[in-house]
């Protein structure tokens, strides 16, 4: 079955970069037609996307947050990298990555990044 | 930038009542729509795909319609596990884009 996990720091610093990792298993990025996206949820707060990469590297971002995003793709290691430079308190939210096929279909269980000032 | 709106923003009804949310988009989706239910502390769960079909183990009693900017969700019988903001996404044009939700209580 399809399952990812996100991981990276709880806690950083206004103006640092935050880099989190996507671990998947029971699919491949190097199957046509597949994506890793991130979505991000301040507390209490809707849904935004923020990124997507295809199995082809195709990449695409929030036009919002476009200057400030990384994604990557380590297909070997069953990984996708979101870096977010320039971080602010209002950027804390739990940050989410989901499988795409033609959809988001299977969702991570979500981490919380608190941005301190 | 597509924007999508949804109504009511929150609801209370009782166990059994059909409960229906609207979500509009601010240009046309085709049928690119689809509907996450997202209880507090977890993840969003796919429900509704392609504004109609029905994710594979979820209850029939969840149905979706619409397309081009127009969308339904309904709930037939509300459950009480049920409880839950509801979400709409369009998938037909980047970015992606969610709608703000709906909060959806029982009475």
């Known amino acids: 079955q399809i399952t990812l996990k996100e991981s990276g720091p709880t806690l950083v610093k206004s103006t640092q970069t935050l880099t989190l990792t996507c671990t998947f298993s029971g699919f491949s990025l190097s199957t046509s037609g597949v994506g890793v996206g991130w979505i991000r949820q301040p507390p209490g707060k809707a849904l935004e996307w923020l990124a997507l990469i295809y199995w082809d590297d195709d990449k695409r971002y929030s036009p919002s947050l476009k200057s400030r995003l990384t994604i990557t793709k380590d297909t070997s290691r069953n990984q996708v990298v979101l870096t977010m430079t320039n971080m602010d308190p209002v950027d804390t939210a739990t940050y989410y990555c989901?499988?795409?096929?033609?959809?988001?279909?299977?969702w991570g269980q979500g981490t919380l990044v608190t941005v301190s000032s | 930038d597509i924007q999508m709106t949804q109504s009511p923003s929150s609801l209370s009804a009782s166990v059994g009542d059909r409960v229906t949310i609207t979500c509009q988009a601010s240009?046309?989706?085709?049928?690119?729509l689809n509907w996450y239910q997202q209880k507090p502390g977890k993840a969003p769960k796919l429900l509704i795909y392609?504004?109609?079909n029905l994710e594979t183990g979820v209850p029939s009693r969840f149905s979706g319609s619409g397309s081009g900017t127009d969308f339904t969700f309904t709930i037939s019988s509300l459950q009480p596990e049920d409880i839950a903001t509801y979400y709409c996404q369009q998938y037909d044009i980047l970015p992606f884009a969610f709608g703000p939700g709906t909060k959806v209580n029982i009475k």
């Open positions: 392609d504004a109609s």
């Open positions: 989901a499988h795409m096929g033609s959809y988001f279909d299977f």
């Open positions: 240009q046309g989706v085709r049928n690119y």
